[in-house]
């Protein structure tokens, strides 16, 4: 059994296949296109369909477009009422529900040979809880879903026993968690529906004085769901605009909504486990990207695990899409196997691009080792290793990397990717340390999906990764999973004592993260980067030519 998953309506459009029930291939397309976010979501984009990345899942797999079994698009334009009716007076729907009927007709254009009879419309938030409860590794779940919209809703709880939801309650619109969130990140002169996270880390800087305000304004409810009251987000900071600097006044803004955000969290979530009494809490929709939420809803709700998916967003919904029809086909689903599920080179490949790009590369006994001698030597390396991951996260396949141990490399390290300086960037650290270093988040944490705090005498150590409020978005590394990534911490640590090096995406602001090698060379070209680690190859950065 074949089954493509498609997402385009709003953005993060990307594609996913499943066969046999096994996730064989997915990624955004971002990643071919190298348009951030792949496209943005205004209603006139909602025809644009992830051309580039579905080609590529059905090529990686030998499939051809009438060879699939189904076609499975995460929106259902059936369920979208009018602006009136969702309450958000957005007339833009109105051509979204259009193109998205058109859907079928667009992808067979797009995949020549399909038949459009079988493209199979999911609900937006369905695709979401698939993308959760049907990848995690544990089969029996409650599941809960937020994000900006889908169709009618902007929330799903439910939960799923072998392979069936059960969906337990839904908030309906105009009431949502994401555009709420989505208002003060635009609100703080930042990009709605791309920047929020800029918001989780700026909230790191304030204190939320105006909780008791918002408590009134964004609150949850006795059925599962909550309510977001229209909040002038002037009242408590002016609006900024693009470049503008932010005071305290925004940084106690964004802490205030931030911590509201997490105590609904944690309210909804206590709901669904007095619903069901499951062990494990799947998350999905863009809101499971905040990590520090995702670690408060871990540490105070009755769940003893929480697994939220790597591509949370809306990238994830072709992945969910895919299981959710694949289950309905009668196939039995497997979990997925990890991030790494985009594009991959073989070593001979590799070699030929740096043949084509007529640059100097030699082949180290290790290229772990040779990393590992850079970073210990306080160099800064990009690192290009098998398949890309599907997500926003660098999970240590497409990563710039550096010491931990240096405050200073913070900036540095925002310098060469042109971010703002009050960003964090990740460590990644090998599993069997973590727990001596990192606390209250889970342990392993594969995907960077939650904050842990920094034990006290280790803060000195890794002042480069330990963020202003204590805290940490780790990565650990298992040995099992990713052997050349443990390998080279470990020759890190054997030189320096520390069994952690700095992680963050393989690009620079505004461009999507590194794919394939010519993307790798370009980055590698243009930003300050020490050594590219590209397959088992290195590239230095020749020594500057001295001038009079």
Not at 58 to 75: C, K, N, Q, T
Not at 320 to 346: K, Y
Request: net charge negative; with cysteine.
């Amino acid at each position: 059994m074949k089954v493509l998953g498609i997402n385009a309506i709003y953005h993060d459009p990307a594609a996913a296949l499943v066969v046999d029930g096994r996730v064989v291939a997915a990624a955004e397309e971002e990643r071919f296109s190298r348009r951030k976010h792949g496209k943005r979501p205004l209603p006139w984009s909602a025809w644009e369909l992830p051309e580039l990345s579905a080609a590529w899942c059905l090529a990686e797999a030998g499939i051809r477009p009438e060879e699939l079994d189904a076609v499975a698009y995460s929106f259902d334009p059936a369920l979208m009422g009018t602006p009136e009716e969702s309450g958000l007076f957005d007339d833009g729907d109105v051509m979204r529900k259009k193109y998205a009927e058109m859907a079928p007709d667009f992808l067979t254009h797009a995949l020549p040979g399909l038949d459009p009879a079988k493209v199979r419309f999911v609900k937006h938030h369905v695709a979401h809880a698939a993308s959760a409860g049907l990848a995690a590794p544990q089969r029996d779940n409650a599941v809960l879903v937020l994000d900006g919209r889908g169709e009618a809703h902007s929330h799903l709880a439910g939960r799923y026993v072998d392979g069936q939801l059960e969906v337990l309650a839904g908030q309906t619109l105009p009431h949502s968690l994401g555009l709420m969130y989505e208002d003060l990140t635009d609100h703080l002169g930042f990009l709605r529906s791309s920047d929020e996270f800029k918001v989780m880390a700026m909230a790191s800087y304030g204190k939320p004085r105006f909780l008791g305000e918002l408590s009134e304004l964004i609150r949850a409810t006795d059925d599962g769901g909550f309510r977001t009251e229209r909040i002038d987000f002037s009242e408590f900071a002016p609006r900024l605009g693009k470049g503008d600097q932010w005071t305290e006044d925004h940084a106690d803004l964004a802490a205030s909504v931030q911590q509201r955000l997490e105590e609904v969290l944690v309210d909804l979530a206590r709901w669904v486990h007095a619903q069901t009494g499951d062990r494990v809490l799947t998350m999905a929709g863009g809101t499971a990207l905040n990590c520090v939420a995702n670690t408060r809803v871990l540490a105070e709700s009755p769940f003893e695990e929480v697994w939220v998916q790597p591509a949370a967003g809306d990238a994830g919904t072709a992945l969910g899409s895919a299981l959710h029809v694949a289950h309905e086909l009668g196939e039995r689903t497997e979990p997925m196997p990890g991030a790494a599920l985009g594009r991959g080179w073989s070593d001979d490949g590799i070699e030929r691009w740096l043949q084509t790009a007529a640059i100097d590369y030699e082949r180290p006994d290790d290229v772990a080792e040779a990393v590992a001698e850079v970073l210990a030597d306080n160099g800064i390396v990009a690192w290009f290793q098998g398949r890309s991951e599907y997500g926003p996260r660098a999970l240590g396949h497409r990563s710039l990397l550096a010491h931990p141990g240096f405050e200073a490399n913070l900036e540095r390290m925002n310098d060469v990717k042109g971010r703002e300086q009050f960003r964090p960037v990740a460590p990644m650290v090998l599993l069997e340390k973590a727990p001596e270093i990192f606390s209250r988040g889970p342990i392993p944490s594969p995907y960077m999906l939650f904050v842990h705090d920094v034990a006290p005498e280790w803060k000195d150590r890794i002042p480069t990764v330990t963020h202003v409020d204590g805290t940490a978005r780790i990565q650990t590394i298992d040995r099992r999973t990713e052997p050349l990534v443990h390998r080279m911490i470990a020759a890190f640590e054997r030189r320096t004592g520390i069994p952690v090096v700095v992680n963050t995406s393989l690009n620079t602001a505004g461009r999507p993260m590194v794919d394939d090698p010519r993307d790798a060379l370009e980055c590698f070209g243009s930003a300050p980067v020490d050594l590219l680690a590209i397959g088992p190859f290195v590239v230095r950065r020749p020594r500057p030519t001295p001038r009079p």
